[in-house]
């Protein structure tokens, strides 16, 4: 894992100091993602510099030292990643009888002599990794940028002035002296619905981010239009048309196989391993694999917090007990918090308000402190369905579309004039005999946020005012619009009679890349940890979609196939429990430890000045949500997150 940036200027001039210079600043903003060592390459007669930080992984020597040459000294490489079955395509490439003399064992240099003997296009539908990537041929003076299937490893690029600017993070595009972005509006009213800036847009006009599955070159300052090696899409629809036609054990079985090997994979390390631990499905599913492919007691990883519904440490814990795992927790604090948030802005690098983010930072920081590489359970969700708002939104329209319109906005009404708080006094039997989610945690956030979808009038417009913050986020930008994205046209997203399977392929498409994957980079990658993710290996992807849909979904839980292979490994009683998900008390701290910190962040005449931010709405929020009159933190936290990042840049 690594981080790398560079440029290639239009004009031209030999001055190979300015060239070194440049490239040397952009590498000095990313220690983090590589404090083993960096490197520049230059070619001053192109106008073409790259810089590279080391995180060694695989070769800890100087042969695996960036960029690197090509052995036939056309192509120099500038990468992100780790590429899973280097091993095995390295003995394909030498089984071929092709004249390589191998200088070390790094992936990379196996990446080079693939590109060379296969090209680029044909090398990335081979690799299985988490990857991304600026490769110079010397030969066609031609750039190229890839990025793996998923976007597990992030790549911006764009022009600034006459130069064409690419990297891991925006910070390092920043060093470049050409650097003269402004914000986009459009991006940032994107960002205030859904707390992250959707792909291919970044909160920069004329910065993108590279699309997962997607390859770029640039050849004489023209940028080519995306190219896809790998497609979801596509391989839905294949699973479709070749569907798993085994029976339910088989599937099982077949499942526990392949992620057997996604798992031992992964652990392929010249450095100590460990595992994110939460004790929900995902986790615990990896943590068993790997456990059970082990000798010796694997390590792993969990995060609590003191306050009640937020604290998933005692189920990690019974899960690493029984595996037989060293495990190591930490219980945050508010205090703890409130340490961390001023750095969030300089590690997410740019507006992110997931806020999830913090525990995310502090588990990784912790891990950090006994291993280099953490696996992790992401992924599970979306391809087997996990996520209750799946099963929420079905159940939800079947009674909205049967409910008069009229009978819907009196019922919203009522419900929107009872603060939150009264709501979650009910008497116990009266909860009890609320409907599934309504019943557990806070009812009246829950009541509220379901009110607010009471008047939708297609399954689309409900999913799409579930996944949204704001939901009016023109009214909160000045100046602001939305864009045209995936987000924006659900009913053509998928062929699929299936809305469970659109929603699915949806949350893969977006919140995957640019949520969660973005989060645990960037908290991973700020302590200079490798995060690998085993549900994320493109052949469980692809035979998650084989399955019918009643493998995934069945008697109204999500992720049933998956389930059944824990099964195989902790007994059901430890981990069947309601979803909890990986979040901190915002609201609670909103109005007492970060009280402070977000009313500076929130002065009038600061929000004026900066000309982003509707002043009048923006304090409605807050004053409503100080004086308990509705709880507003995901709407504030987004609000926070930005004015942070503001300052900060």
Avoid at 178 to 198: F, H, K, N, Q
Avoid at 249 to 256: P, R
Avoid at 268 to 293: E, W
Avoid at 473 to 485: A, I
């Amino acid at each position: 894992m690594c981080g790398f940036s560079g440029f290639v200027e239009k004009k031209i001039h030999n001055d190979s100091d300015y060239f070194e210079k440049i490239a040397s600043d952009m590498a000095q903003v990313l220690p983090h993602r590589g404090p083993d060592s960096n490197g520049i390459w230059i070619e001053p007669a192109h106008g073409v510099g790259f810089s590279h930080t080391r995180l060694s992984i695989h070769d800890l020597t100087i042969s695996g030292h960036q960029p690197m040459l090509s052995s036939c000294g056309r192509y120099v490489i500038a990468y992100n990643g780790e590429i899973y079955n280097f091993l095995e395509l390295k003995e394909e490439l030498d089984a071929l009888n092709v004249a390589h003399e191998w200088k070390g064992h790094s992936d990379t240099e196996v990446l080079l002599a693939l590109i060379k003997y296969w090209g680029l296009s044909k090398t990335l539908r081979k690799i299985n990794g988490m990857f991304a990537f600026a490769l110079w041929d010397c030969k066609k003076k031609t750039l190229s940028l890839a990025r793996d299937r998923f976007g597990e490893k992030p790549l911006y690029f764009g022009f600034q002035k006459n130069t064409f600017l690419f990297g891991s993070e925006l910070k390092a595009l920043r060093q470049h002296p050409s650097w003269d972005a402004e914000i986009d509006r459009g991006a940032l009213t994107l960002y205030m619905r859904y707390c992250y800036v959707p792909a291919p847009l970044s909160i920069y006009k004329g910065i993108s981010k590279l699309l997962p599955g997607h390859y770029i070159t640039v050849k004489q300052g023209v940028v080519s239009k995306p190219i896809q090696y790998w497609s979801l899409s596509n391989a839905i629809q294949l699973g479709k048309r070749r569907p798993f036609d085994g029976s339910r054990s088989e599937a099982v079985s077949e499942l526990n196989t392949l992620l057997h090997d996604a798992v031992n994979i992964r652990t392929k390390a010249d450095v100590p391993v460990g595992v994110f631990l939460s004790g929900g499905v995902d986790s615990s599913t990896v943590a068993s694999i790997m456990q059970s492919q082990s000798t010796k007691k694997i390590r792993t990883f969990a995060i609590g917090l003191d306050e009640k519904g937020y604290n998933e440490a005692p189920h990690a814990k019974e899960v690493a007990k029984y595996l037989g795992t060293d495990h190591t927790e930490l219980y945050l604090s508010s205090n703890d918090a409130l340490g961390v948030i001023p750095q969030l802005p300089e590690i997410y690098d740019e507006p992110f308000a997931d806020s999830s983010q913090i525990p995310t930072y502090f588990v990784s920081k912790m891990t950090r402190e006994y291993v280099t590489v953490a696996l992790s359970g992401d992924g599970g969700d979306e391809l087997f369905g996990g996520y209750t708002r799946y099963f929420r939104n079905e159940n939800l329209w079947k009674g909205i579309n049967s409910t008069p319109l009229l009978l819907r906005k009196i019922i919203r009404g009522s419900i929107e004039n009872i603060p939150p708080q009264w709501w979650d006094r009910l008497p116990y039997i009266i909860k009890n005999r609320l409907p599934g989610e309504l019943s557990i945690g806070k009812v009246g956030d829950r009541l509220h946020k379901l009110a607010c979808v009471l008047d939708v009038k297609t399954q689309e417009e409900l999913f799409g005012r579930l996944i949204s913050t704001w939901q009016d986020p023109e009214d909160l930008v000045l100046n602001g619009s939305q864009p045209e994205t995936i987000i924006s046209d659900l009913s053509n997203s998928l062929k699929t009679e299936s809305f469970i399977e659109k929603m699915m392929y949806f949350d893969s498409m977006t919140e995957l890349p640019d949520d969660i994957l973005t989060k645990v980079d960037r908290a991973s990658m700020a302590v200079s940890l490798e995060s690998r993710i085993p549900l994320l290996d493109h052949r469980v992807a692809e035979l998650a979609w084989k399955f019918p849909l009643d493998l995934k979904v069945y008697n109204g839980v999500g992720k049933w196939v998956l389930r059944e292979v824990l099964h195989q490994y902790v007994p059901p009683e430890l981990i069947e429990r309601p979803k909890q998900g990986f979040s901190v008390p915002i609201s609670d701290w909103l109005r007492g430890p970060l009280r402070d910190w977000a009313e500076a962040l929130l002065d009038p005449d600061k929000l004026k000045e900066q000309g982003y931010l509707n002043v009048t709405l923006v304090h409605k929020y807050w004053d409503e949500h100080l004086s308990n009159k509705k709880n507003w933190p995901h709407q504030l936290w987004a609000i926070l997150m930005f004015q942070a990042w503001l300052d900060n840049n």
